[in-house]
T-cell receptor, first 111, second 112 residues
Framework: QKEVEQNSGPLSVPEGAIASLNCTYS??????FFWYRQYSGKSPELIMS????GDKEDGRFTAQLNKASQYVSLLIRDSQPSDSATYLC???????????FGAGTRLTVKP | DGGITQSPKYLFRKEGQNVTLSCEQNLNHDAMYWYRQDPGQGLRLIYY???????QKGDIAEGYSVSREKKESFPLTVTSAQKNPTAFYLC???????????FGDGTRLSIL
């Protein structure tokens, strides 16, 4: 079982729709969870951090965390073509010394 | 502006050659990391360092070496022992521990 798993996609949504990206992790002791956006050929940029169960909203983005189910998700409301990118889920394992990344989900928002 | 600077942006390695990728940060972050990304894949950890003069191997350290003589700098050497070095190399830093990492712009390494 991979430490951090994401659906590789590609996920395609029409402009204005809600995009839902999912991630599961294996280390039950993980405490910190992050979503990064990576445009093609560029480095990842942090878009959301979440540390406790529940929802965290920032503009059009909502991160959801359920530690009991070892599941973290990212919702993008009113999706725009500029949201087209690969979204990486990252988890800090219980040793808190490094970060584990999923393989990423490629999102395409069609005008 | 605070940030992470990686150089060069593109690098070519000849057979049997060692090459060094530079990573400098002026964010006053304690922790620094090196990742490798292959096309269509996620990030794999090569080495990380939590403090000066100390570093730990990640999942794919074989064929790579690092040093951390200064807080601001964490260079990565790709040795000739790394037989498949073609990849996108990313350096990151964080305050410490569980805090989010911030990335440099990356170095693309190819074999001549």
């Amino acid at each position: 079982q991979k430490e951090v798993e994401q659906n590789s996609g590609p996920l395609s949504v029409p402009e204005g729709a809600i995009a839902s990206l999912n991630c599961t992790y294996s280390d039950r002791g993980s405490q910190s969870f992050f979503w990064y956006r990576q445009y093609s050929g560029k480095s990842p940029e942090l878009i959301m951090s979440i540390y406790s169960n529940g929802d965290k909203e920032d503009g059009r983005f909502t991160a959801q965390l359920n530690k009991a189910s070892q599941y973290v998700s990212l919702l993008i409301r009113d999706s725009q073509p500029s949201d087209s990118a690969t979204y990486l889920c990252a988890v800090t394992p219980s040793n808190n010394n490094d970060m584990r990344f999923g393989a990423g989900t490629r999102l395409t928002v069609k005008p | 502006d605070g940030g992470i600077t990686q150089s060069p942006k593109y690098l070519f390695r000849k057979e049997g050659q060692n090459v060094t990728l530079s990573c400098e940060q002026n964010l006053n972050h304690d922790a620094m990391y090196w990742y490798r990304q292959d096309p269509g894949q996620g990030l794999r950890l090569i080495y990380y360092s939590q403090i000066v003069n100390d570093f730990q191997k990640g999942d794919i350290a074989e064929g790579y070496s690092v040093s951390r003589e200064k807080k601001e700098s964490f260079p990565l050497t790709v040795t000739s022992a790394q037989k498949n070095p073609t990849a996108f190399y990313l350096c990151a830093s964080s305050i410490t521990g569980p805090w989010p990492q911030h990335f440099g712009d990356g170095t693309r390494l190819s074999i001549l």
